[in-house]
């Protein structure tokens, strides 16, 4: 199993990321995907969350409006787009597969946002 996660980096607070999770190994349209960030001193939270079908989402109330998470069945890969950045949003960010008691992570992105 692999969670390969992309596209993190420095950003200007008011910019723009785009967050990749390329998935291997398993059924991912069986899975619920989901984004966790971890900032430094503080524990893992959930950001955002979508369905196996991708018809369910749901948003950690700070990023709501602005960040907006999605996912590509055929491709295997779920995406976070990160909107209107704010230096509160620096943190490494995590995909994560969740079914049941089963749950598979990502080794992390690092996303900064700094003048």
């Known amino acids: 199993v692999h969670l390969v996660e992309s596209g ?3 950003v200007q607070p ?3 990321l785009r ?6 190994g ?15 001193g503080k524990e893992r939270e959930l950001v955002a969350s979508i369905s196996s079908v991708g018809i369910s989402t749901t948003y950690k109330n700070s990023v709501k409006g602005r960040f907006t998470i999605s996912r590509d ?3 295997n890969t779920v995406y976070l787009q990160m909107n209107s950045l704010k230096p ?3 943190a490494v960010y995590y995909c994560n597969a969740q079914r049941a008691s089963v749950a598979y992570w990502g ?3 690092q996303v ?3 003048s």
């Open 107 to 109: 080794q992390g992105t």
């Open 73 to 75: 069945n055929a491709k």
């Open 26 to 40: 398993f059924t991912f349209s069986r899975y619920g995907m989901n984004w966790y960030r971890q900032a430094p």
């Open 112 to 114: 900064t946002v700094s």
């Open 19 to 24: 967050l990749s999770c390329a998935a291997s």
């Open 88 to 90: 509160e949003d620096t």
């Open 8 to 10: 993190g980096g420095l």
């Open 14 to 16: 008011g910019g723009s």
